[in-house]
């Protein structure tokens, strides 16, 4: 069993979860994730690792409350323990020192580009990061983020902290200001694409790291399956990393709707059955 040491929202549906799980924290590099299971009916849910700590022995995992298992697992408390933590997962980000590096982040994309801004950090590169967001109250991980960045410039699409703009216009900024080395790229499917298409006009090596969906996480199932330079990769064990410039995203972003409404209807049942058996306010 894996205990939750802490929790708490960094959002109204973002949670942040420290697990207790040391051989993971031990193992674990930039760039892998885990596969959790709260119980043995449990959906098998990937997380990207966003931290962790060997001397106490846990890992940090953010999550967004989107469906049934994101709902219970955000609802879980300290004290509380997952049934299993598969990981670490996936191949480690290939960090090295090539200069600088632009890290962008999306919404929730945000929590698994912070190892990785930290670890380019560590490598000795300058670092430039851009988070974003559609309102400030979604904005997540400022303090980390500034605390390994050279610099960090915030997004939010309707103005409301930092820049008015999408995660590509803090972007374009930073290119067109001075010479960027390496990109990396985290967040929703349509912004990688055009985080992509972005770096691509300037000829910046751009990396995205994929979250599909994933069921065994092992390479045997073919869930996780993309299309990179026209050749089928597993996300689970060839990624999450791919380059940027050759994902299909259009066909990445096809495939994660196909369960979209059959997942909409899941989850409105079952916040139908939680204010069922809710207790009557007297
Ligand atoms: P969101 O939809 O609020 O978007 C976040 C930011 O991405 C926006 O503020 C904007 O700056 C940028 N963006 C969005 N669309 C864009 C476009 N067309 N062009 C340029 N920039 C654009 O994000 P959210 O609701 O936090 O994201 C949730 C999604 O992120 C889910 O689909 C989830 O699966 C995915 N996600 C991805 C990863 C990953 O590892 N890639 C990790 C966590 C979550
Ligand atoms: Fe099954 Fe990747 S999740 S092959």
Redesign the pocket.
Same mark, same amino acid.
């Given at each position: 069993m894996y205990k939750i040491i802490d929790k708490e929202f960094l959002s109204e549906n973002v949670a942040r979860l420290v697990i207790e799980a040391p051989y993971i924290a031990k193992s674990r590099k930039a760039g892998n994730f885990i596969i959790l299971r709260i119980d043995k009916n449990g959906e098998r849910i990937p997380l990207?690792i966003a931290d962790a700590n060997i001397e106490k022995g846990t890992i940090t995992v953010i999550v967004?409350r989107v469906g049934v298992s994101s709902h219970k697992l955000c609802a879980m408390n300290i004290g509380d323990a997952l049934l299993d933590v598969v990981g670490p997962l996936g191949k480690e980000t290939h960090i090295s020192n090539v200069g600088t590096v632009l890290c962008a982040g %999306? %919404? @929730? %994309?945000v929590?698994?580009l912070f190892p990785i801004v930290q670890a380019m950090k560590l490598a000795g590169n300058r670092v430039i990061t851009v988070i974003?967001?559609?309102t400030k109250d979604?904005v997540i991980l400022e303090d980390e983020m500034r605390a390994y960045s050279d610099e960090l410039i915030i997004?939010?699409?309707d103005g409301s902290l930092g820049k008015k703009g999408? @995660?590509?216009q803090g972007m374009e900024e930073v290119i067109l200001r001075e010479k960027v080395n390496e990109a990396v790229v $985290? %967040? &929703?499917? $349509?912004?990688?694409k055009?985080?992509a298409l972005t770096t691509k006009k300037y000829d910046i090596p751009t990396v995205a790291?994929?979250?599909t969906i994933m069921v065994d996480g092992t390479g045997m199932c073919g869930a996780c399956r993309v299309s990179v330079g026209g050749k089928t990769e597993f996300v689970c064990v060839n990624g &999450?990393e791919f380059d940027a410039h050759k994902v299909n995203f259009d066909e990445m972003m096809f495939r994660l709707n196909a369960y979209k409404t059959k997942e909409a209807e899941g989850y409105s049942d079952y916040l139908k059955s939680l204010e069922s058996t809710a207790p009557a306010l007297v």
């Amino acid at each position: 069993m894996y205990k939750i040491i802490d929790k708490e929202f960094l959002s109204e549906n973002v949670a942040r979860l420290v697990i207790e799980a040391p051989y993971i924290a031990k193992s674990r590099k930039a760039g892998n994730f885990i596969i959790l299971r709260i119980d043995k009916n449990g959906e098998r849910i990937p997380l990207t690792i966003a931290d962790a700590n060997i001397e106490k022995g846990t890992i940090t995992v953010i999550v967004q409350r989107v469906g049934v298992s994101s709902h219970k697992l955000c609802a879980m408390n300290i004290g509380d323990a997952l049934l299993d933590v598969v990981g670490p997962l996936g191949k480690e980000t290939h960090i090295s020192n090539v200069g600088t590096v632009l890290c962008a982040g %999306g %919404g @929730v %994309g945000v929590a698994p580009l912070f190892p990785i801004v930290q670890a380019m950090k560590l490598a000795g590169n300058r670092v430039i990061t851009v988070i974003a967001a559609r309102t400030k109250d979604l904005v997540i991980l400022e303090d980390e983020m500034r605390a390994y960045s050279d610099e960090l410039i915030i997004m939010t699409d309707d103005g409301s902290l930092g820049k008015k703009g999408l @995660v590509t216009q803090g972007m374009e900024e930073v290119i067109l200001r001075e010479k960027v080395n390496e990109a990396v790229v $985290i %967040g &929703p499917a $349509i912004m990688m694409k055009y985080a992509a298409l972005t770096t691509k006009k300037y000829d910046i090596p751009t990396v995205a790291s994929l979250n599909t969906i994933m069921v065994d996480g092992t390479g045997m199932c073919g869930a996780c399956r993309v299309s990179v330079g026209g050749k089928t990769e597993f996300v689970c064990v060839n990624g &999450p990393e791919f380059d940027a410039h050759k994902v299909n995203f259009d066909e990445m972003m096809f495939r994660l709707n196909a369960y979209k409404t059959k997942e909409a209807e899941g989850y409105s049942d079952y916040l139908k059955s939680l204010e069922s058996t809710a207790p009557a306010l007297v």
